[in-house]
């Protein structure tokens, strides 16, 4: 699921900067898509990690991920509608972002509770190996699919995937 998810995101990435650029965004706010992305690791991710240690792993993940799909379901439906414009692009960017910088520290905090002491290695580095994989395929099926389905579509699956993920999470006892 987080496979899938990670694509997806990657895949919106791509479809999200195509987007500004369709909506005749200028350089400047073309850059800023990815100070909108980056951005909210650096503000967040040590108020997440402290977050991650108080709260229970397992609902910050769901609510992480459900914020995640809220914002793809908000870029999705400005995107049905050609209500879009640049700076909502970029504000649904940034909250994305934000879901991210949450959900980071505990998808690494919970690894020791899933798997035993001795898979450890191997689950810490398949963890690594989904995120690079995630970014090589993703950006590659976005640019397959948006000529094929549009922006609107695209965007619709990472919200999808996002769902998916929170599905599965609530499967998970720990």
Partial sequence: AKLLSGTFVSSQDVTAT?????????????????????????????????????????????????????????????????????????????????????????WGAIVPDIVNKEELPSAITLGGVQLNLSGIVGPALGGLLLPLLGASLVISFNAIAFLVVALVILQWKP
């Fill in 18 to 106: 195509w987007l500004m650029h369709y909506l005749g965004a200028s350089p400047f706010l073309l850059s800023l898509m990815a100070t909108a992305a980056a951005a909210p690791f650096f503000l967040f991710t040590l108020p997440a990690g402290a977050v991650a240690d108080i709260v229970n792993r397992r609902t910050l993940i769901i609510c992480a991920v459900l914020w995640q799909a809220a914002w793809s379901v908000v870029l999705a439906l400005g995107a049905w509608t050609d209500v879009v414009i640049p700076g909502a692009v970029l504000a649904c960017i940034f909250a994305l972002g934000i879901g991210l910088a949450f959900g980071a520290p505990v």
